[in-house]
């Protein structure tokens, strides 16, 4: 079965860091993924996907994610941090109907 | 307005209740779902549904019924609540014809259960 996992529950940076979380994949086919960005107080909303087109996938907001097969990994960067981008931020994979399966989130926290 | 609303936003009930969590949307999407979120879990599925007349159960369905009562609604209930079903429930909507996956999330309903 499709999973994910996403490594450390809570990631801290200064503004203007880099930021990395991380997600590894665990698929028997060739998986589609999917970031998401879980704001105080508000649903999730798509931040970028990967679906065996280029495997550097940009997103909204600076975010960008590379599929790296051999490494099981869909890791999310962003070169620089800003305080806005303080959320809860969720890999998932997709298995078959558009059943999305979640990771346990990360949050970032941005600080000044 | 928003595409996918829920209502209530938040509740707070007791043991042994039964309560309904109602989703609507206006995106014309086929496909509707129930999540859970508890901290540390992510989100987990309860129940989706591809259209009015199919109903599946996701992975943690026990203790949780729905009713797709047109293409726009969805609703999820609990017939007998438990203070372990206190949770941050999401409704979200797919379209079946493309998107690839791209499931679209309402603001949540968030219930606590004395």
């Known amino acids: 079965a499709q999973s994910v996992t996403q490594l450390g529950s809570h990631v801290s940076v200064s503004e203007g860091a880099l930021v990395l979380l991380r997600c590894n994949y665990s698929?028997?086919?060739?998986?589609?993924l999917f970031w998401y960005v879980q704001y105080p107080n508000q649903g999730l909303q798509l931040l970028l996907k990967?679906?065996?087109?280029?495997?550097l996938v940009k997103g909204i907001n600076g975010f960008e994610a590379e599929f790296k097969k051999s490494e099981t990994s869909f890791h999310l960067t962003k070169p620089s941090a800003h305080m806005s981008d303080a959320a809860e931020y969720f890999c998932?994979?997709?298995?078959?109907?558009?059943?999305?399966?979640f990771g346990t989130g990360t949050r970032l926290l941005v600080s000044p | 307005d928003a595409d996918v609303t829920q209502t209530p936003r938040n509740r707070i009930t007791k043991t042994g209740k039964r309560i309904m969590l109602e989703c609507s949307q206006t995106?014309?999407?086929?496909?509707m779902y129930w999540y859970r979120q508890d901290p540390g879990l992510g989100l987990r599925l309860i129940y989706y549904?591809?259209?009015?007349?199919?109903?599946n159960k996701g992975e943690i369905s026990d203790g949780y019924s729905v009713s797709r009562q047109a293409q726009a609604k969805f609703s999820l209930s609990l017939e007998s609540a438990i203070p372990n079903q206190t949770a941050l429930y999401f409704c979200?909507?797919?379209?079946?014809?493309?998107?690839?996956?791209?499931?679209?999330f309402g603001e949540g309903s968030r219930l606590t259960v004395l």
């Open positions: 990967y679906t065996s087109a280029a495997t």
């Open positions: 979200a909507t797919a379209s079946a014809s493309g998107a690839d996956g791209e499931l679209f």
């Open positions: 998932a994979v997709i298995t078959g109907f558009q059943k999305l399966v």
């Open positions: 995106k014309g999407h086929d496909r």
């Open positions: 698929s028997s086919v060739p998986p589609y």
């Open positions: 549904s591809f259209d009015v007349k199919d109903i």
